[in-house]
């Protein structure tokens, strides 16, 4: 069964407020005939008769239509926002799994500027853009009025408003490509800052903060040139019209002034007529002066749809029982996302409840990569890892998140507290399961000794605590939840002797919990604590048995008694 795209979902929901905003701007635009048929009664009519109670009466019912008009504006403007906000919760969910699975599949695609489009669409949705929209049909009908007062009125009017149109079709042209360029260079600009900045204590250790400035600085002046060269462009195209729309105002006076004086209008029919030609050029006044919101939303509308059509919805996974810790790996053959050379090849091994299994082997071997494909993160070329006999792909990530426990080999943690860390953000999360995770990591006493304890804010990367810190609590929130496989790709890199016997412990009673355990490491101490050793070497299996076989040296093959004995005849 195909499932809807949520973005077009969302989109299909909107067109309803849409049509709903459509009439209301059909009853405000009929209501700003008030000024000009007020006008032209005053004029015409009240000074004419001199009836003051006429004026009164006038006025009053000018007054009431226009607190109608403006209930309408407030009733159309909640409207949009509220519709805003209803299609921002629509897709906002969506958008953000689709940039984290698109960050995971391209690295280099940039997919997170997609969530920064939710806001760039919705505010165009609920802004003056859209309503100037909606106004731009009602552009004929007031010039139609203004043919009605005299066709030289309307003339003008019209070719006014032919000319605002032609400025803004120019502006599209001349504005669409500095734009586009202009956004590219700042998205690269703003994803370069942000990468750079998570290495903040590197780039000044090392005295790389000129040379990055001004790599940054070279990208940051790319866009503002681009984005400068379309404001120029722009600003000069909507200098012309609103000297147009000023023209036209004189001129249509002018030209009123003439009629009247010739006797073929009334001065009522001048004033009324310089009004409404003012409410006819207002709407294509207004859609030359958010032209570049236009484009912003435009652009935005492109990249969500096809973040959207790229990464169609999944169904809903049937649920899974809780696995036990079973885990197969089946003639494995991994690559990057986006490659097909493979840093992982022919692996096989199992690991089954309350068994460590070490996975050691030179740098480049391919360990990080082969636990990337373990966790999920990475999908394989070909062969299976399956968990409890179902394969990876066949369970809700999220679902198989909670029986996962992992420890990256570069801990990072997320601004918040440390309790949310170690919980992973979940919540409604009892404080004694996540005590009970951190006295399991054995990080309770050390996490008791900081400022606030579990409520002490770590700031963004955890970069409040030290780094045998942050692994200590990385290990707390791998364990949290009592998942049933835990992988640890260098969990000492960071800890001091105290800090790997507590590993060494947290990891002895993991085992006798009857939770399977794969640990990732150079140090004997810790893969002496394993049942059973991988061995990798370039990317493929070299050795996997007991740990003590596969370590302990081989013996040298003793000489046959014959060739001894002709060994000794020689010497």
Partial sequence: MKIENPFQLALKTYRSVLFSTIVFSVVINALMFVGPLYMLQVYDRVLHSRSEMTLIMLTLIAVAMLMVYGLLEW??????????????????????????????????????????????????FTGSGLIAICDVPWVPIFLFVCFLFHPLIGWVATCGALIIFALAIANEF????????????????????????????????????????????????????????????????LSTSKFVRMALQTLILGAGAYLAIAGEISPGAMIAASIMMGRALAPVDQVVGQWKQFVGARMAYRRLSEIFRQLPEEGERTALPAPTGNLTVEQLIVAPP????????????????????????????????????????????????????????????????????????????????????????????????????AKLARAHQMIQNLPDGYDTQIGVGGRQISGGQRQRVGLARAIFGSPALIIL???????????????????????????????????????????????????????????????????????????????????
């Fill in 75 to 124: 009733l159309r403007s909640r409207v949009l926002v509220r519709a805003g906000l209803r299609f921002d919760q629509m897709i906002s969910n969506g958008v953000f799994t689709r940039v984290v699975t698109s960050t995971l599949k391209q690295p280099q695609a940039r997919a997170e500027f997609a969530l920064s489009d939710i806001d760039r669409l919705r505010e165009f």
């Fill in 174 to 237: 001349m504005t669409k490509k500095p734009l586009a360029e202009a956004a590219g260079h700042g998205q690269a600009a703003q994803h370069f800052s942000n990468s750079t900045l998570q290495n903040v204590e590197v780039i000044r250790a090392l005295g790389m903060e000129k040379s990055l400035r001004g790599r940054w600085s070279a990208m940051h002046r790319s866009m503002l040139e681009k984005q400068a060269n379309a404001s120029d462009r722009a600003g000069g195209l």
């Fill in 338 to 437: 986006g490659s097909r050379t493979p840093l992982i090849q022919g692996v096989s091994f199992a690991v089954k409840p309350g068994e460590a299994i070490a996975v050691v082997g030179p740098s480049g071997a391919g360990k990080s990569s082969l636990v990337r494909a373990l966790v999920g993160v990475w999908q394989p070329l070909s062969g299976a890892i399956r968990l409890d006999g179902a394969e990876l792909q066949h369970w809700d990530q999220d679902d198989l998140g909670r029986h996962l426990g992992y420890l990256p080999q570069s801990v990072e943690l997320f601004a918040g507290t440390i309790a949310e860390n170690i919980a992973r953000f979940q919540e409604g999360v009892d404080a004694e399961e996540v005590i009970n995770a």
């Fill in 489 to 571: 790709d260098e969990p000492n890199s960071n800890l001091d002797s105290e800090g790997e016997e507590a590993l060494a412990q947290a990891i002895a009673e993991l085992k006798a919990q009857g939770k399977a355990i794969i640990v990732v490491s150079h140090k004997m101490s810790l893969v002496a604590l394993a049942d059973k050793t991988l061995v990798l070497a370039e990317g493929r299996m070299r050795a996997f048995g007991p740990t003590r076989d596969v370590l302990q040296p081989k013996p040298a093959v003793a000489p046959a008694p014959a060739q001894a004995q002709n060994n000794r005849s020689i010497a």
